[in-house]
């Protein structure tokens, strides 16, 4: 069977995944702000069959390449490495959220395949290792820092599904009214709280609204995922042409 280069479909693949992962997390990130942790499973669950589905072609072909790469070079190293643990990520992320389990743990696996991706990213481009060493570098980079901070982000993700009282200190904007004494026992038993807006009129409902480091540790993510997607367009439309023109 001859050898086929896949470094072409490989790096499509991290396009559609960028794609992927910025949608879903900014869907995310707005059912957070709506106070609607229903809506932010579905969309997690919904999320893990794409994603899982590139998850086992990244692992397959990752796995595939480290083995079988006849070719002298570095791409078997320096792609199939990264390319595997991005793989093995998707998979661990796509079980999580498919099964609603905390997803930090995935984010902390995350966090290390990113550091490495960081750090192959760095020394490819140091040792001048392929012909487009700016594009390469910019393509580890935004993957390895959204991998990065997918671990703060998924931490803030877990305490809004899993912590339900740590949702109360999201809320900003209109008050609680204090809880008022039973009159007729002459007790402190808790009543009814209701919202209270300005004056006496009728109650206003509270604005739901993130914190400042919870929308920073939430928006992190699909701001370093977006620009690794524009790298990985730029890398692919300079990769096809002579893929297509060298293919065997």
């Known amino acids: 069977m001859a050898f086929t280069d896949v470094l072409a479909f490989e790096i499509a693949t991290l396009l559609l995944v960028a794609v992927t992962l910025t949608y879903v997390s900014l869907i995310g990130y707005f059912a957070m702000r709506r106070n609607d942790p229903e809506g932010l499973l579905h969309s997690l669950k919904s999320a893990a069959v794409p994603i899982g589905g590139l998850g086992f072609v990244a692992v397959f072909l990752g796995f595939w390449g480290e083995v079988v790469w006849p070719l002298p070079g570095s791409y078997n190293i320096l792609f199939s490495d990264v390319y595997l643990l991005f793989g093995l990520v998707l998979v661990a992320l796509a079980f999580v959220a498919y099964h609603g389990l905390r997803l930090q743990y995935a984010g902390l696996f995350a966090l290390g395949a990113g550091a ?80 209270v807006g300005a004056g006496d009129g009728p109650a206003t409902s509270a604005r739901f609204a993130l914190p400042r480091y919870v929308s920073a540790m939430a928006l992190a993510f699909p701001v370093f995922m977006f620009l690794a997607g524009i790298a990985a367009a730029v890398f692919l439309g300079s990769t096809v042409p002579s893929h297509l023109q060298s293919a065997p």
């Open 116 to 195: 490495v991706t960081v750090v192959y990213g760095y020394s490819g481009y140091h040792l001048n290792l392929t012909k487009e060493p700016l594009e390469m570098l910019l393509l580890y980079s935004g993957f390895g820092l959204a991998a990065i901070a997918a671990l703060p982000a998924t931490i803030a993700v877990d305490r809004f599904l899993h912590h339900p009282t740590a949702r109360s200190t999201f809320w900003t904007g209109a008050a609680s009214a204090p809880a008022e004494r039973s009159r007729g026992l002459g007790s402190r038993a808790v009543q009814r709280l209701a919202p």
